[in-house]
C-alpha cells in the first residue's frame, strides 16, 4: 500500500452565463503517478462511494483521482447559490472538463505528462462520465456501476408528476434508502427541471463509440433502469470483449453490500489494464 494525499482545489467555471466555485478533491499517491482518473459521484449523493474507489486507486495503482462536485451536489453550490441538484449535462460536462484541467497541472507540478485520462463514476455519475468519455479523444478507459441509460430504460416510467414526486421523497428520505447508492447524506434532486437534460441521454447511440476497456456493473434486481436496457448496451458497447469485464449482481440499482468487492474489481481492473511502472518525470505517465 503507497501513502497518498487529499486536497481540495476550487476552479472557476461558466456555463449558458451561470457561473461557479467548482470543488474537486484530488487522492494523489506521494510516491509517483501512473494514471490520472477523473471521478463522478451518483446524483443522489456527496460521493461517498466513488471516494473509497479514489483512496483505494492511490494507494494500490498509482492512479491520481479527481472527485468532482456538480454544481449543487456536494459542496460546490448550486444555481443562486442554492444547495438544489438540477441534473445539467452542459454544467456536468464542464465540470468533468475543469476537473482533467485540475488533475493535469497536479501532475504537472509533480513532473509528469498525461497524454490520456480514465474516467469512472457511480449511477449517474457514471452516465454524464461516459457522455464525457465518448468526446474525449484522450479517454483510455472507462469504469463504474449502474449507469442510467435513457428515460426509456427507466423501470416505471412514471408522468413528469410522479417522478417530481419521487425524486423528492428520496431526497429527502421519505423513501427507503436501501437501493440507494450513499446512505449517509442525501442530495435534494429537482427532478422536474432536470428532464430536459435526462431526456437527452441515450446509450444506445453512444454504445458504438465506445472501444476502450470498460468495467461495468449493476444489479439483476434494478428498481430504477431496465436491467434489459442495461444488458443490451454493455453487449452494444464496441470495446474488444478481452477488455470488457462486465459484472451482474444479484443487488439493487446501488449494489448495497458489495462495496468492497467493487472496489476490488475497479481496483483490479486498473492494474490489469494500465500497470504501475517506475516514474520516470521525462515520460508520460500513460500507455498509448
Known sequence: MNEY????????????GR???????????????????????????????VAGWARRLAAETGTMSVLTHFPGHGRTPGRNGSGESI?????????????????????????????????GGSSGGLTVVVMAAVSDPETQGI??????CSL?????????????????SMSRGVIPLKDLDGRKELIYLNMRESLPSLGRINFPLVASEIKVPIWLS?????AV??????????????????????????AGHS?????????????????????KRKADPQVSCFRK
Open 5 to 16: 494525499s487529499v486536497s481540495t482545489v476550487r476552479t472557476p467555471i461558466m456555463v449558458a
Open 19 to 49: 457561473s461557479y466555485d467548482l470543488e474537486v478533491d484530488v487522492y494523489s499517491p506521494v510516491s509517483g503517478i501512473d494514471n490520472l482518473a477523473i471521478l463522478a459521484p451518483s446524483w443522489f449523493t456527496v460521493g461517498e462511494r
Open 87 to 119: 441534473i445539467d449535462l452542459e454544467e456536468q460536462l464542464a465540470s468533468l472538463t475543469a476537473a482533467k484541467v485540475v488533475g493535469r497541472e497536479e501532475c504537472r507540478i509533480r513532473g509528469f505528462d498525461p497524454h490520456g485520462v480514465l474516467y
Open 143 to 148: 469504469f463504474g456501476i449502474s449507469p442510467f
Open 152 to 168: 426509456n430504460a427507466y423501470r416505471d416510467q412514471r408522468s413528469v408528476d410522479e417522478l417530481s414526486a419521487l425524486g423528492h
Open 218 to 222: 449493476w444489479g439483476s434486481k434494478d
Open 225 to 250: 433502469s431496465s436491467v434489459e436496457h442495461l444488458r443490451k448496451f454493455a453487449t452494444d458497447v464496441a470495446t474488444p470483449v478481452e477488455d470488457k469485464v462486465l459484472w451482474e449482481i444479484d
Open 255 to 275: 449494489l448495497a453490500g458489495y462495496e468492497t468487492q467493487i472496489e476490488e474489481g475497479i481496483t483490479t481492473f486498473v492494474k490489469t489494464k494500465f500497470p
